[in-house]
């Protein structure tokens, strides 16, 4: 049995329309790429932070991270190591003001004394917004 098909013409109607399929798979591959390698980027030393069960906080735009590693190496930023006597100078060089926020990421194998002597160098020096920096974890429920 064979069917009919209603005559068409051999020439093609020219589609001036933009077939944006390609388009949106290609900002989908960008945003996944960017998704991985943004976290990657902004921390570059290595420290072991301890947990924390707070919830997390917005990020400011261009955050001041100082870093207390295990071995009580102070790093502010990426890469500029200093003396806990050297701290407010420092800081002071870097800070747009007394107001900034100032994420502190300390080891979790640092003594409790040790980061409490840095909180005492920064809030002498007037730096009052200090946040701590820890990783997510997940809670075990309520403990006594």
Excluded: W
């Excluded at 420290?47 to 707070?54: K, Y």
């Excluded at 050297?86 to 002071?92: P, S, T, Y």
């Excluded at 994420?103 to 840095?118: I, S």
């Amino acid at each position: 049995m064979a069917l009919k098909l209603p005559q068409q013409e051999d020439d093609l109607t020219v589609s001036h329309e933009i077939n944006v399929v390609p388009f949106i798979d290609v900002m989908l591959v960008l945003l996944i790429i960017f998704m991985v390698a943004a976290p990657l980027a902004t921390v570059s030393v290595p420290v072991d932070l301890p947990g924390s069960t707070a919830p997390p906080t917005a990020e400011p735009a261009d955050p001041l991270y100082l870093t207390l590693q295990e071995s009580l190496t102070l790093v502010l930023g990426d890469d500029q190591e200093l003396q806990l006597t050297d701290l407010a100078e420092a800081i002071d060089k870097v800070a747009e003001d007394k107001q900034q926020r100032i994420l502190l990421r300390a080891d979790k194998n640092v003594a409790y004394g040790d980061m409490m002597d840095v909180l005492n160098a920064l809030s002498k020096a007037g730096y009052l917004k200090v946040a701590l920096v820890g990783l997510e974890a997940v809670s075990q429920g309520a403990t006594k």
